[in-house]
């Protein structure tokens, strides 16, 4: 028929339930809102259609910081997801303020491009890399 194109089995119907339930989870456990969960999906799904495109994106934006330690890339990337609040990001990280800022400053050395420039594609590049990084 001319609309099978458009046609959505049950089947399909869940596994996109599963994955925003999946992407829902993954916002609260790291305490972000549920309205930015259809940003997150479209992200992810963006992303995930050139592993290797994304793979560049990721070591372009994050420089030497993308192969760093883990514990760099994660203090910025809740320094990011809270707004840039120092205080509340290191309550979250369990980590002393001035501890979390000073990996936050020798995460933001790391960078090809000043922070303060490229927020935006940092945070990108920082959740495309935790989707893969284990230890992120």
């Not at 070591?59 to 910081?65: A, E, I, R, S």
């Not at 205080?87 to 491009?113: C, D, I, V, Y």
């Amino acid at each position: 028929s001319g609309t099978r194109g458009l046609e959505v089995s049950n089947s399909g119907c869940a596994a996109m339930s599963g994955a925003v339930s999946e992407a829902s989870k993954y916002l609260a456990e790291r305490g972000l809102s549920k309205t930015g969960a259809p940003a997150l999906v479209r992200l992810v799904s963006l992303m995930s259609q050139d592993p290797e495109a994304t793979q560049q994106f990721v070591t372009h934006t994050l420089g030497d910081l993308s192969t760093a330690e883990p514990v760099l890339r994660r203090t910025l990337l809740t320094f990011l997801s809270t707004g840039c609040n120092a205080t509340e990001a290191s309550t979250l990280l369990h980590t002393h303020r001035n501890t979390m800022l000073r990996r936050l400053a020798k995460a933001q050395e790391m960078l090809p491009r000043p922070l303060d420039e490229n927020r935006v594609h940092v945070a990108a590049a920082l959740e495309a890399l935790s989707w893969t990084a284990e230890d992120l």
